[in-house]
Nanobody, 127 residues
C-alpha cells in the first residue's frame, strides 16, 4: 500500500519561504509522477505543481510560476515544494499526490488523475 505523508507547513509572514516535503512509502516511488495541490475550506482542490517520474518535466499553475519549485529525490522517496515569496492568498491546506503508470516524462494537472493522496499540511501566510 502506498502512503504519502506531508510535512513542512506552518505559519509564515508574507514574503517568506517554506519547503514542503512529502515522504512516500511504496515499492516503486521512482515510477510515480507526483503533484502538489491545495484546497481551502469550501473550495475545489487546486493544482499547484507536478513533476514527472523521470524528473525531466515539471508543470506549474500560473499562481506558482516564478515562486514555487517542485523537485524530487528518488533515493529518499521524497518530493518537495519550495515556496518563496509567499502571499496571504497562498494560505491553504497543501496535499501531495502520486500517480502510477504514466509515461516517464508525463505530468498530470488534474486531481482525478492521481491515485494516492497525503493527509495535507496547513500553510498560513500572514500579511
Amino acid at each position: 500500500q502506498v502512503q504519502l505523508v506531508e510535512s513542512g507547513g506552518g505559519l509564515v509572514q508574507a514574503g517568506g519561504s517554506l519547503r514542503l516535503s512529502c515522504a512516500v512509502s511504496g515499492r516503486t516511488f521512482s515510477s510515480y509522477a507526483m503533484g502538489w495541490f491545495r484546497q481551502a475550506p469550501g473550495k475545489e482542490r487546486e493544482f499547484v505543481a507536478a513533476i514527472s517520474w523521470s524528473s525531466a518535466r515539471t508543470s506549474y499553475a500560473d499562481s506558482a510560476k516564478g515562486r514555487f519549485t517542485i523537485s524530487r529525490d528518488n533515493a529518499k522517496n521524497t518530493v518537495y515544494l519550495q515556496m518563496n515569496g509567499l502571499k496571504p492568498e497562498d494560505t491553504d491546506v497543501y496535499y501531495c499526490a502520486a500517480e502510477q503508470g504514466i509515461a516517464p516524462n508525463a505530468v498530470s494537472t488534474f486531481s482525478y488523475e492521481y491515485e494516492y493522496w497525503g493527509q495535507g499540511t496547513q500553510v498560513t501566510v500572514s500579511s
